[in-house]
Structures are given as C-alpha cells and as structure tokens.
Nanobody, 116 residues
C-alpha cells in the first residue's frame, strides 16, 4: 500500500523559508518521478514542482521558479520541497504524490500559511 506523509508546514512571515518533507512508503522512490501539489481555499489543486526518477531533472511552475528547490533522499524514501522568499499567495495545503496520470491516494498534506 502506497502512502505519503507530508510534514514541515507552518506559519511563516513573508520572505521566510520552510522545508517540507514527504515520507513515502510502499514504493521505491528511485522508480518514480514525484511531484508536489498545493491547494488553496476555494481553488483547485495545482502542480507546483516535479522531479525525475533519478532526481537530476526538476520542473517548477512559473510562480515559484527561483524560490523553491526539490530533492529526493533515497535512503530515507523522502521527498523534500525547500521553499524560500515565501509570499502570501504560497499559502495552501501542500501534498506530494507520484508524477503522472495515475496517482496514488493523497496524504493529509501539510498546511503552509504565509502571513505577517
């Protein structure tokens, strides 16, 4: 059974930083491209960033490019999203999943709130 456990969110001031973690179970991280999504209140879930199976290739949506970084730690079966220079519009629940058309059940996500 594939599961995702996201953590690391919280309340941060504009311009601040956070590192989100996604511990995966039931899959081999090196066999999957992975992604982070986010969903703000009243909005649809959107794809934020993706990373290839090897971890060498990453993609970011334009609104976060240059501010976010994405990495995999294979030994810990963990996906990270390093977020810097956060803006209020980054506030959302962040989720991880495999990257592709067939997703696994979503985890509970982790709430990120950017506010002064």
């Amino acid at each position: 059974q594939v599961q995702f456990e996201e953590s690391g969110g919280g309340l941060v001031q504009p311009g601040g930083s956070l590192r989100l973690s996604c511990v995966t179970s039931g899959l081999v991280l090196s066999n999957y491209a992975m992604a982070w999504h986010r969903q703000a209140p009243g909005k649809e879930r959107e794809l934020v960033a993706s990373i290839s199976t090897s971890g060498r290739t990453v993609w970011f949506t334009e609104s976060v490019r240059g501010r976010f970084a994405l990495s995999k730690e294979f030994a810990k079966s963990t996906l990270y999203l390093q977020m810097a220079r956060l803006k209020p519009e980054d506030s959302a629940v962040y989720y991880c999943n495999v990257h592709g058309s067939e997703l696994y059940p979503w985890g509970q996500g982790t709430q990120v709130t950017v506010s002064s």
